[in-house]
């Protein structure tokens, strides 16, 4: 299982993970290219989620030629992904070839850029829009969003995630690139949470943007700016 145990979170290890989050850094990749990449990299981090976190049974099969036994993925169809607009759309794009059949939920949180980062490291959060499917006790619920750095967007999408509905059985925060703080915020308000990330990067600039990052993700992909 290429997930590398790093105490406060995960990090997915695949080699075409790490060579594609290094594409869409590149400043010089544009805008067709980067959502390109979110999406590639949507598609690597569910299989690797599939492959490092969800059981398979042995199931009777029949070939044009004989009779077999083969494996199936369990729970496929008890995948809710939760996508935070807006940066996290082409990111989900990804993330539903590995899961076709998985409920949606849609949040759009957005930080106040213009209110700034406070001095504990938190910027306010906007939610404008929430349509969220049922969670039941039985359900892998993965919440996606490419960009992990103060924590405060992620915190707010989990209030309302976990709002009034059963525990699911395995909860994702899943990242193509986090910051440290942004990881141990969450950790420590939602321990039932399991964080994973391509990679960890190394702090938040005065602006609470990833360092050395991607940039704006949402910008780039949507072309805002
Ligand atoms: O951990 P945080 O400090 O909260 O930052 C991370 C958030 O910032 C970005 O969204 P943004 O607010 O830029 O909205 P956008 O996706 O619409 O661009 C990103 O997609 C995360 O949602
Ligand atoms: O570095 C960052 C931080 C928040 N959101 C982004 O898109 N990038
Ligand atoms: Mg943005």
Do not use: W
């Not at 949606?104 to 850029?113: H, K, M, Y």
Request: one cysteine or more; a negative charge.
């Amino acid at each position: 299982m290429p997930i590398e145990d790093r105490d406060d979170a995960y990090v997915l290890t695949h080699a075409l993970a790490k060579d594609t989050l290094s594409r869409i850094r590149d400043k010089n990749t544009e805008q067709v290219g980067f959502r390109k990449g979110l999406v590639k990299l949507g598609r690597i981090c569910g299989y690797e989620i599939i492959d490092g976190a969800m059981e398979t049974e042995y199931v009777a099969i029949e070939t044009p030629l004989e009779e077999t036994t083969g494996e199936r993925v369990k729970g496929l169809d008890d995948v809710v992904i939760i996508n935070v607009l807006r940066a996290a759309t082409p990111f989900v794009e990804g993330l539903l070839k590995a899961f076709p059949r998985a409920k949606q939920g849609v949040i759009s949180a957005g930080r106040d850029e213009e209110a700034g980062m406070n001095d504990d490291g938190e910027f306010p959060i906007t939610v404008d829009y929430v349509k969220l499917p049922e969670i039941t006790e039985d359900d892998t619920v993965i919440i996606a969003d490419p960009m992990l750095a103060t924590g405060s967007t992620m915190c707010t999408v989990l209030d309302h995630v976990l709002d009034d509905q059963p525990s699911p059985e395995d909860l994702f925060v899943l990242s193509a690139v986090s910051a440290p703080a942004g990881l141990l915020r969450v950790a420590d308000e939602f321990p039932q949470a399991d964080l994973l990330t391509v990679s960890i990067d190394d702090y938040l600039n005065d602006d609470g943007f990833i360092i050395p990052g991607l940039g704006d993700a949402g910008d780039r992909a949507f072309r805002t700016q």
